[in-house]
């Protein structure tokens, strides 16, 4: 479940965790946006209990290992339609490899066009699905 400010109607649903391009991730949609956690690093054993600083997925805070971030898609996967991470929380209760469970809040930022924010919050419990993973390495 996710809230997104000025969206009260957004629940996502149907979500899962799955590796995209090499890195685990969580995602969750209503059937017309979706909401994408990415954790960059290449090691889903490196994702264990704990609160994680999200950032923009370029800075790893002070010792946390790797970045997490996540992206909101608002009806389009167009980047006028894409609001990136730019600042938030994220904290696992459960994080085995297999099961994900934890809750995020944060502010994103357009990624192209009229500046504008969108402030995000929800909580999750997934499994791990490989058949869903996109990019896997050979």
Not at 63 to 92: C, I, M, R, W
Request: hydrophobic share 35%; aromatic share 10%; net charge neutral.
């Amino acid at each position: 479940m996710a809230t997104v400010s000025g969206q009260e109607d957004f629940k996502a649903c149907g979500a899962y965790a799955y590796t995209a391009l090499g890195y685990p991730a969580i995602i969750g949609n209503d059937g017309k946006s979706w909401i994408t956690v990415g954790f960059l690093t290449k090691d889903r054993g490196a994702l264990i209990p704990g609160t994680y600083t999200i950032t923009n997925g370029a800075v790893v805070p002070a010792g946390q290992g790797f970045p997490v971030n996540f992206v909101y898609k608002e009806g389009s996967s167009a980047l006028d339609h894409t609001f990136a991470a730019q600042s938030g929380t994220l904290e696992l209760t459960i994080a085995d490899g297999n099961r994900y469970k934890g809750t995020f809040q944060g502010s994103t930022s357009r990624m192209q066009g009229e500046k504008d924010v969108r402030e995000l919050s929800g909580s999750f419990d997934v499994v791990f699905d490989d058949t869903k993973s996109v990019g896997k390495r050979k």
